[in-house]
């Protein structure tokens, strides 16, 4: 079992910066084998991939996010992280941390986080 608890959403003007953190706790063995991934999800859509980080650490962007964010995670902590810059309204949405042994993205991952919220303003 991996329990995600993510931190760092809040609100900023457009152009702005965040910084997303997702803590796991797993062992370090378990984590290092991981597939870690952010979602995000706006009040009447459906939840959508934004970045995942394999287990060799090779990332993967949904294309709206490319240039922007950028998704990487430390082993030694069990933290995944999401550096967001270049902020947009557009982005306004809860960010979701998911983890899995197999799967880097899509709603099948295994493990959840409650989520965190990020307003952007224009």
């Known amino acids: 079992q991996v329990q995600l608890v993510e931190s760092g959403g809040g609100s900023v003007q457009a152009g702005g910066s965040l910084r997303l953190s997702c803590v796991a706790s797993t062992s370090a063995y378990t984590y290092s084998s991981l597939c870690m991934a952010w979602f995000r999800q706006a009040p009447g859509t459906e939840r959508e991939g934004v970045a995942h980080?394999?287990?060799?650490?090779?990332?993967r962007y949904e294309d709206s996010v490319k240039g922007r964010f950028t998704i990487s995670k430390d082993n030694a902590k069990n933290t995944l992280y999401l550096q967001m810059s270049s902020l947009k309204p557009e982005d306004t949405a809860m960010y979701y941390c998911?983890?899995?042994?197999?799967?880097?993205?899509?709603?099948?991952?295994?493990?959840w986080g409650q989520g965190t919220q990020v307003t952007v303003s224009s």
């Open positions: 980080i394999d287990s060799r650490g090779r990332t």
């Open positions: 998911a983890a899995d042994r197999r799967y880097c993205s899509g709603l099948a991952m295994s493990y």
